[in-house]
């Protein structure tokens, strides 16, 4: 008797199997019962590890955000601004790597206390000189910037429609410029 041994069924796992299960049939396409398939468990066996299926999107989500966090902790920021104009690059980069990560970041819930999510997300702008709320306004205008672009360039008839009239790479980074010249210093 051949029995197939699978890795242990954990939260990593269970992520990187609906990222699988996302490239292949999109948002729409994420269930628990096709993840639990895709593992070769019941899908009970998943509640182990999330509470429900918005809690899985939610932990996706703040996959792609850590992606975009990550690629700035190996950035030199000499300035706030420099690392606020970094951070929209990244994610952007970080929403296109994934067949719809902007949608997904735009409706997963984030279940994150927000007193420890609100100082997670302002260090690397306070150790740049804002205040924390200061610090959380810029990174709020700068997200919803590239999430609103990102999900233009990931909506292939408006893609289509708005590449005929302009570069989404240099609009984007005037855009993006434009918008972090406007903020206040601390």
């Not at 269930?31 to 932990?59: F, I, T």
Request: net charge negative; hydrophobic share 50%.
């Amino acid at each position: 008797m051949n029995a197939t041994i699978r890795p242990a069924l954990d939260r990593d796992r269970l992520v990187a199997a609906a990222f699988a299960q996302i490239e292949e049939d999109g948002l729409e396409g994420v269930s628990m019962r096709r993840l639990a398939a895709r593992l070769g468990v019941q899908a009970p066996a998943l509640y182990w590890h999330v509470g429900d299926k918005a809690e899985l999107l939610g932990l996706m989500a703040r996959a792609i955000y850590d992606g975009a966090y990550r690629a700035m902790t190996r950035a030199q920021a000499p300035d706030w601004r420099t690392w606020l104009l970094g951070f929209g690059h990244a994610l952007r980069a970080a929403f296109a790597a994934h067949r719809d990560g902007a949608r997904l970041c735009a409706i997963a819930p984030n279940t994150a206390h927000p007193a420890d999510q609100a100082q997670r997300i302002a260090a690397p702008l306070m150790a740049l000189g804002l205040d924390q709320q200061r610090a959380l306004a810029c990174e709020a205008s700068v997200i919803a910037f590239a999430l609103g672009w990102a999900s233009y360039e990931a909506n292939g008839p408006m893609h289509a429609y708005l590449d005929a009239m302009l570069s989404f790479d240099t609009t984007f980074e005037q855009g993006l410029a434009a918008l972090v010249r406007g903020f206040e210093g601390p």
